[in-house]
């Protein structure tokens, strides 16, 4: 039976997480986004919260006490603060989330104790392409076998941290199968473009990449000969997501239900009219009932089932919820919801990425 009741360890790890929000990213997230810059004592505060070296397994130096709800929670929380910082903290998930599911014994061996540091290890993952109707499950960049090598073509978009990376998970079409492989910085083929311009997470730095007959050795594949379950992997970013999503959501509600609060015009708060009560409880109804849907995927899998159906449901309602209460939260605000002065807008334009940020997070 379903249990979100929040036990002791879930509960001391969220509170932590809250302080972290409060009281260093939201003093810090505008200038960062204007800036496109983040204070490095930020990062390394979030890093520390070990939310990546305790899922690992205790035989690579981790805890081994990995939960997808609890990962679920703990993003929620961090994304109330700020998406691109939470971006920040968490692009390594990137690289060890799929290792951790889908590696060979070596692989886990070779690449599992880098995240273990009290530094994040400079590794990135790679699958956003730059196409129209971007599709995860039908990649434009191939893998092609030859002899004792993969050759790889193709182009990525949106990398975060391509330009500090030492390695990068490029995710490829095999066969008619998305599949990933080790790529190193610096093999010949490989080349790291100019910073990406982005509308929102400005303050998470990405860039294009493009692989031209790029060689890596069969080892490279992610998973050995028998490769990767694809889906498992997608399912782990797109709750990762779901959950940021609902982060970002509650902070625009939140905010908005604030605003209204004290807003006075003819003598009384805004929040007293009809069309603004009835906004504010929509927009209540929307974060609440997204989340439920990201607890519940992250529990079935925590419980080995499959979520793919789960989550694309998720998935589809969750896109247009953060969307949608970002733009009520706007419309709360008025005239002043336009202005940059005000979070509101920042929240709008980071909602319009999640349609397309596939890979960016992962739990």
Known sequence: M??????????????????LASERMRKVFRDAEEEEKIPQSVIDAGWEMGLLPTAVPE???????????????????????????TANILYPNNVAIPVMVAGTDAQKEAHLPLF??????????????PIIQFDPRGLKTTAVLDGDHYIINGNKSVVPMAETAETILVYANEDGKTQAYFVPVGVEGLTIGAKDKLMGV?????????????RIPVENKLGGDAGIDFNLILNHSRIALGAAAVGVARAGYEYAVEYAKQRIQFDEPIAHRQSIAFMLAEMS??????????????????????????VAVMKHFIDDMVMRVADQALQVLGGYGYIREYPVELWFRNARGFATFDGLLTI
């Open 2 to 19: 379903l249990n979100f009741q929040l036990n002791e360890e879930q509960q001391m790890l969220t509170d932590a997480i809250k302080r």
């Open 285 to 310: 109804m929307d974060v609440d009932g997204a989340r439920m849907l990201v607890w519940e995927a992250a529990w079935k899998m925590d419980n080995g089932e499959d979520v793919t159906q789960d």
């Open 59 to 85: 035989e690579f130096g981790g805890l081994g006490e990995y939960s997808v709800v609890t990962q679920a929670m703990a993003v929620e929380e961090l994304a109330f603060g700020d998406l691109a910082i």
């Open 116 to 129: 273990m540091e009290a530094k994040q290890p400079n590794v990135t993952a790679a699958l956003t392409e």
């Open 202 to 214: 400005r303050a998470l730095p990405t860039n294009q990449i493009s692989l031209e007959n790029v």
